[in-house]
């Protein structure tokens, strides 16, 4: 399986420009999954409300995930990205699983990080695992990664390839990974973005070093710190059904699930 990131620098507020712009870099790509960074449609700021209304859209129906989904269907393949959400007068930072049979799967951050938590209701759906090319994925958006429960939870629940979208601005979570992928024996596509954003008082700037991490803790892919890149590597998705460390060892079944209530 063929699978992937595509890191570059969203244009805030420009959901136009961000949809035409992933079109364009991935229609001649070969990839069967493909991941797209945090918010990819609207940027990380915003300045006020009116900012946020107007990057945001509707799921599928908004042009952002038009985009995608034709996208996907185009190439016969899964494409997973980061949106800003509006449901119902509410505001989701989401991660969207946009499937080539026109269908779409949801996912809507549990834990916002910082000031996302002035704009977004946080998540209010259960962790899934989605079932695409003979394998299953799971969803969790940047900051979920400080949380070990939340790439555990999807691997119970039998998540191989976990799918991350991110706008990373700090240091530790492209080493973090690593444990992830390793601790629950999957597959890991961090797909972060890269530049910086400035709103009044506020600039960020943005990691970049998307990962993608192989179940034994292999680094197949590690993008620059500040170019567009897209990376695809081919992997053997089957190698994440293995839990076991050793013969006397399995991460599943050696957990001691009675010492772990606080
Ligand atoms: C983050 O969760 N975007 C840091």
């Known amino acids: 399986m063929k699978i992937g990131f595509f890191q570059f620098k969203p244009e805030r507020g420009d959901v136009k420009h961000n949809a035409e712009k992933i079109y364009d870099s991935l229609i001649d790509k070969d990839f069967d999954l493909m991941v797209l960074p945090e918010l990819a449609n609207s940027g990380y700021l915003f300045a006020n409300s009116e900012e946020l209304e107007s990057a945001s859209e509707n799921i599928p129906s908004g042009i952002f995930s038009q985009t995608l989904l034709e996208l996907s269907k185009k190439k016969n393949a899964y494409i997973i990205s980061g949106v ?6 509410e505001f989701f930072n989401s991660s969207v699983l946009y499937c080539p049979d026109g269908s779409y799967k949801i996912y809507r951050k549990l834990h916002l990080f910082d000031s996302e938590k002035q704009w977004f209701t946080a998540g209010n759906m259960p962790l899934e695992a989605y079932e695409i090319h003979l394998t299953k994925i799971g969803m969790m958006v940047c900051f979920d990664w400080i949380f070990p429960e939340t790439a555990r939870t999807l691997a119970l629940r039998g998540a191989k ?8 601005v ?3 979570c492209q080493q973090a990974m690593f ?3 390793l601790e629950n024996h999957v597959f890991t596509i961090t797909a972060n973005r890269i530049g910086s954003e400035k709103v009044n ?3 960020l700037f943005f990691t970049g070093e998307s990962v993608i991490v192989s179940p034994r803790g292999e680094y197949l892919a590690r993008a620059s710190k500040d170019s567009e890149e897209c990376i695809i590597v081919e992997i053997n998705e089957e190698e994440a059904g293995d839990k076991n460390i050793n013969p006397n060892n399995n991460l599943f079944i050696d957990r001691r699930m009675g010492f772990y209530e606080v």
Request: glycine letters at 4%; hydrophobic letters at 30%.
């Open 84 to 89: 800003c959400e509006k449901f119902i007068g």
């Open 170 to 172: 700090m240091p530790y």
């Open 201 to 203: 008082d506020t600039e």
């Open 179 to 181: 444990t992830r992928a």
């Open 161 to 168: 390839i976990i799918c991350h979208p991110s706008n990373l």
